[in-house]
């Protein structure tokens, strides 16, 4: 029996929109998968003979896309969680305590199963969760177009687990949108190159906020509700389940309509229950004072 091939190098290389392009082209069936690069101590000679890099090995997972027939239909962030009503509560199709009654219920529950559990219920209908879906993989791929030297590696006939709901995509449009993205993402990397810096909530936030309350999505309230001047960028992002690109999305419009001030984040001090970097602080003093501030702008 043949074993299944092969592409492997590092997006250095070969970009992820090229990548994306050879898939279309050739209709390809397989997953790609990104990893971190460690270095090996080693260099690579390029072409000219003379410029040398440092040469890679994959590390950690750090993403994965599957395709079909050049399709793509599946894909996740190993940071980020991919749970269905993960992906639904992202999506703004059900709100916070209906996310956290069906993660403490049904936390173990296939996703094919949920859906069925959910459209049944009247939760969501299943438009809603084919669209979730897909702007879920859209936003994943979208973020791949920043990376620029990760490792990776194309396995050949490999599928997403099989109790996951796959989207097919075509291609095509994805590349185009990927290109456009690319262009404007590359403005938000040097506008916010660091997201290790906390936000904070400027003076007479009340006010700003109440002129604005009826134009802030879902996310941009999410991400509004773990601002306490602790939290950095980073950790909200996790806690929001969102992309790197996509909190910086966010944050540069709340920047730039002046709601949200940059702050260097103080050293955190450790807690009698221990503290890790990257560990979301929701429970700081000031968290009850965006709460009210919260509450009050939105019975205006």
């Known amino acids: ?46 072409g000219d003979g003379e410029t040398k890099r440092p040469e890679l090995q994959p590390g950690e997972e750090l993403a994965r896309a599957a395709f079909r027939e050049g399709k793509l239909i599946y894909a996740r962030l190993t940071s980020q969680s991919d749970h269905l009503a993960t992906v639904l509560h992202r999506a703004g199709k059900l709100n916070d305590e209906q996310h956290r009654i069906i993660l403490s219920k049904a936390a173990h529950a296939s996703d094919k199963a949920l859906a069925l559990l959910l459209i049944n219920a009247n939760y969501v209908s299943k438009a809603d969760i084919v669209q979730s879906i897909q702007r879920y993989t859209l936003e994943v791929i979208y973020d791949l177009a920043n990376w620029t030297q990760e490792p990776f590696i194309f396995e050949e006939g490999e599928q997403p687990p099989p ?42 936030a009340a006010e700003k906020f109440s002129k604005v309350k009826l134009q802030l999505s879902v996310e941009e309230w999410r991400v509004i509700t773990f601002i306490n001047g602790r939290n950095t960028i980073r950790q909200i992002a996790r806690a929001c389940n ?22 260097k984040p103080a050293a955190p001090e450790l807690s009698k229950a221990g503290w890790r970097p990257g560990q979301i602080n929701s429970t700081m003093p000031q968290r009850p004072v965006i709460n009210k501030l919260i509450e009050r702008i939105r019975s205006l």
Request: charge should be positive; avoid cysteine.
């Open 1 to 46: 029996m043949a074993r299944p091939r092969q592409l492997k190098g590092t997006l250095q290389d070969l970009h992820a929109t090229q990548l994306l392009h050879l898939i279309n082209l050739a209709k390809k069936t397989g997953t790609l998968h990104i990893y971190k690069g460690v270095p090996t101590g080693r260099e690579i000679t390029l």
């Open 163 to 204: 109790d996951k709901i796959v989207v097919p995509i075509p291609l095509e449009n994805v590349i185009i949108e990927m290109s456009r993205r690319y262009n404007r993402d590359k403005m938000l990397i040097e506008a916010l190159p660091n997201l290790d810096f906390a936000l904070r909530l400027p003076e007479g």
């Open 242 to 263: 969102m992309t790197e690109m996509g909190i910086r999305q966010i944050v540069y419009g709340l920047l730039s309509a002046g709601l949200v001030e940059l702050v």
